[in-house]
């Protein structure tokens, strides 16, 4: 029983009304964007809802961290439209499958700590580029289709879902003020819901999407040959999908331990994950990642514990299976309003209170990732774009600071006491700091400050030591950590170097 406890993360009291509420909420949010993803990848309209179910349930329960929301999500399946048009949706839950093995693997060699080295930047622009997405999304709700062509609305069903939406967000912005024991997003979906169906009104709902009724996900093995020539057609597909799905979801997990002031678990995120795509290839699923929208519903509605997440994937269920009717009747101007204030709440707005205590280089990185998220909806350039781009711009600033105290001692020997690392960046202010013609005949470089990083570092060395060859004199290095010492005797093949053994200096190993 106790390890079960930890399985879930059982550690601490938990609110059940407050997780309960806040997994209705949450499933009341997935259900509409799942089924949006799943209509316009061609896919059925179940496979969203089964994904969500799946994806949910399993990650809840698995996964890196108590609070985090998982379902069908955009970012992954934008990846399967193109393999969905040419080899057909067998193909594409055989692709969904094999990302999952590739994202256990990522789990199992404990790769995703990685993502802890995205800067706070790229996170900045990561998140407000995002918030900016979801809000541009809910104007896809103010169209209408007339004759096959989409059109915006106007008139009078124009007037009564902006109403219906600010009304949704009026609630939600307000309702905290009288009590916190409900979610906000809740009341405001049974308010608006209560208002249309009692009153008649005529808008868009749920069932205007697609039918979401249908029964348990069917398990199923993909009816494609197997054979290489269709893992060269799905591999590439399902890398990318593991790459976007761990990146997406791993940032949402580091963005959930910022806001919790908690620390998640990376490496068990990414083996929950991928089992959950496993089995969504084997049932009938899409497939998905962690999604920040729903993740911030869930954690603004005072959600954070595991329960949260189980509810809100059985719910989806229960609605595919018994609650389709009803469900279809929620207006979607009410699932819009939530929305636009989880877009509200997901901006970073202490990036603006911040912004003239930052480098110039930070603002920038951050801009860039937010205009890149925007404008081609790929998280993971945006994300490996801004990284880039930061670790330039540390290797320049790292660079700019190596330098040089020179002096010669009583017995005529040059010294130059080296500050700030060796490496590719900083090897041509390095070399620009020696006189090889003016200096003496006996040299020492002290690196006690210092180290020699990479192999650019070891090759300006030997370079230096030949400019000092060719004039007659000799170079000495002193005071090399161990790892410096290590790269100069794996480099012993192309670079002789003099090194002179201090037994007063203690190198670390």
Sequence with gaps: MKALLNLFDFKSKIDYKVEILAGITVAMTMMPESLSFAILAGFPPLTGLYAAFIMGLVTSILGGRPGLI?????????????LMQTQGIEYVFAAVALAGVVQILVGVFKLGKFIRLVPQPVMYGFVNGLAVIIFMAQFEQFKTVVNGNEVWLTGAPLLIMAGLVALTIAIVFVFPKITKAVPPSLVAIIVVFLIVWG???DTKTVSDIASISGGFPPFHIPNIPFNFQTLEIIAPYAFVMAGVGLTEGLLTLNLVDEMTATRGNSNRECLAQGTANILNGFFTGMGGCPMIAQTLVN???GARARLSGIVASLTILAIILFGAPVIGLVPMAALTGVMIMVAVGTFEWISFRIVNKMPKQDIFVGILVAVITIWLHNLVLAVLIGVIISALVFAWESAKRIRARKYIDENGVKHYEIFGPLFFASVANFTDKFDPINDPNEVIIDFKESKVADMSGI????????RYKNTGKKLHLKHLSADCLQLLENASDVIDINIIEDPTYKVLR
């Design 459 to 466: 090759d300006a060395l030997n370079k230096l030591t030949q």
């Design 199 to 201: 009153f008649g009104i």
């Design 299 to 301: 954690l603004s509605a």
């Design 70 to 82: 998982s379902g069908g999500a955009g970012a992954t399946v934008v990846v399967l439209i193109a």
